[in-house]
């Protein structure tokens, strides 16, 4: 009998997996067998443990995994298939630095707000709290850039636009110069140290997507706040 990763005592990281997929699924990020999850199992050589493909994300198995190489091949003789979509998963674990985790996701207000930037290349984010629950970022009085890549079913294309833009990005700064990015109409990769932190990572994108989405809708809402002025500045004034 083949040796299951339960057995080889990757277990608790793969209920933590599960419990990942039967969360984003209940908060309509990870729908159907849409999705997939990743978790750096071995860095040198490079080796990550990624969903199989095609599975409902509400209900996933222990034997739902696979373990693949750098180059997305899977290395355990299982005989598992993982989705096309891996090789973008190792290419954000060998590209940024300090990955131990990759999360995607297709929500809706990410799969809308993708379509609607497309043309201007980047989703921009911009004077709110919740931002700061993204890595090094400590202040809502700031802004991040969240590429989108139009969307293709050729990953090994699409893996090669990721990769020259994320070659123009300073990866050795104090502040990571990108959380995560957008395929256009299709959804959320973003990553993190470890699977918590990038299950946080997703959790603040999409509710930030939500709101930029909903306060396209408000005009009013939209723009980043300005300073108001209080009562008695406005009574100074008349
Ligand atoms: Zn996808």
């Avoid at 930037?117 to 991040?144: P, Q, W």
């Avoid at 050795?172 to 990769?189: E, I, K, M, Q, V």
């Avoid at 939500?210 to 009013?220: D, F, G, H, S, T």
Wanted: glycine residues 8%; proline residues 4%.
């Amino acid at each position: 009998m083949s040796t299951t990763f339960a057995e080889a005592g990757s277990a608790d990281t793969i209920d933590q997996l599960r419990a990942v997929g039967r969360e984003f699924h209940s908060r309509g990020w990870s729908l159907g067998t849409s999705s997939n999850y990743s978790v750096v199992a071995s860095r040198d050589p490079l080796e990550l443990l990624i969903t199989v493909s095609g599975k409902d994300k509400s209900a996933l198995g222990r034997d739902d995994f696979v373990r693949v190489d750098a180059a997305g091949k899977p290395v355990d003789g299982s005989g598992r298939k993982s989705s096309a979509e891996t090789l973008l998963h190792c290419l954000i674990a060998s590209t940024v630095p300090g990955v131990g985790a990759v999360l995607h996701t297709h929500s809706t207000w990410g799969t809308i707000l993708s379509g609607a930037d497309l043309a201007r290349g980047s989703l921009r984010i911009e004077g709110y709290e919740m931002l700061k629950g993204l890595e090094g970022i400590a202040t809502h009085d700031t802004f991040v850039e969240v590429p989108i890549f139009a969307n293709t079913q050729d990953m090994t294309e699409l893996a090669q636009r990721i990769r020259h833009r994320f070659a123009a990005l300073d990866w050795s700064a104090a502040r990571s110069p990108c959380h995560g990015f957008l395929l256009s109409r299709h959804g959320l990769y973003t990553w993190g140290r470890d699977l918590a932190e990038a299950r946080r990572h997703i959790e603040i994108h999409e509710f930030l997507f939500e709101v930029v989405a909903r306060a396209r809708m408000l005009p009013a809402a939209g723009a980043p706040p300005q300073p108001r002025q209080t009562v008695q500045q406005q009574q100074q004034q008349q």
